[in-house]
């Protein structure tokens, strides 16, 4: 095996930077272009989108349709419904998976892809929309579409002008800029793409306080008139090492921890009140919040519990071991 000198692997490093460099100036070119030229065509587009009742089809050959793969995965996380359907396998009977509910995304860099040409015809026949997303604006698809939108004349990233490179990058982007623009219109939430992210990262991340909280009898809640002696057996019973502190109404006072019994350790302290005890005004949380927002709240105060409130009424509480076992980081 041949052994590069270190000059010769500087040399061939710093090549494959200048590569990679020239690579990614020219994609971001492309992107920066294709922002520049949008135009009504794309609020056109988006409309077709937002009144389609079904799902929306997204098609492709090729690279094209590696990028039609994840532009349909990105519309059906973000709260359109989206399938891939493959345009050669259209041909031969997945065209029953369309219907004349539903809207229809091709993509094509020459817009001459032949094999879209059934799948074209069967959505003009059933007046299917279609959006075309391709680089030439005289091309068969563009002509059969209801919108085209055109991709900007860029050079390929490939050093032969060949390879699908800047043109698939760009592609990608207006994917995606259509689908992010679509959830802002519907009024897509956070909520809404933890309910489609149950798991994994995002999940954890979007997971509201309300999910992992403790609530009903297993809060450690005390009246303000609590003798200490019974506010000691209530904050033994429930496991939390703290009591929370309610008014005659219900709202929250106060809270008492270990640190508050250490304060005021005396022979005198099980005849005291809780109120005469607790921490007033202690830190909550709402229910709604991002458990991670409550575990941030538990870190920066080094407590290990948060009371959850709401309209000043204590309805659970989080222990920071909650936050740690639902793998909220």
Known sequence: ??????????????????????????????????????????????????????????????????????????????????????????????????????????????????????????????????????????????????????????PEACPMGLAPTTSTTVMLALGDALAVALLERKGFSAEDFRVLHPGGKLGRRLLRVSAIMHSGETMPIVNRAALMADVLLTMTAKGFGCAGVISDEGQLLGVITDGDLRRHMAADLVSMTAEQVMTANPKAIRPDALASEALHVMNARAITNLFVVEDDRPVGIVHVHDCLRAGVA
């Open 1 to 154: 095996m041949t052994t590069l000198s270190a000059p010769s692997l500087r040399a061939k490093t710093e090549t494959g930077l200048a590569s990679a460099r020239r690579v990614l100036q020219l994609e971001a070119a492309g992107i920066e272009t294709l922002s520049k030229s949008l135009d009504e065509s794309f609020g056109r587009a988006l409309a077709i989108l937002e009144r389609t009742s079904g799902r929306v089809i997204v098609t492709g050959m090729g690279k094209s349709g590696h990028v039609a793969t994840k532009v349909a995965a990105t519309f059906s996380s973000t709260g359109t419904p989206a399938q891939f359907v493959h345009p050669a396998e259209a041909s031969h009977g997945d065209l029953g998976m369309i219907t004349d509910r539903d809207a229809v995304i091709a993509f094509s860099n020459s817009g001459e892809t032949t094999e879209l040409a059934d799948l074209v015809t069967y959505a003009k026949r059933f007046e299917i929309p279609l959006i075309a997303i391709t680089g030439r604006a005289g091309s068969t698809l563009s002509e059969a579409a209801d919108v085209t939108l055109l991709l900007p004349s860029t």
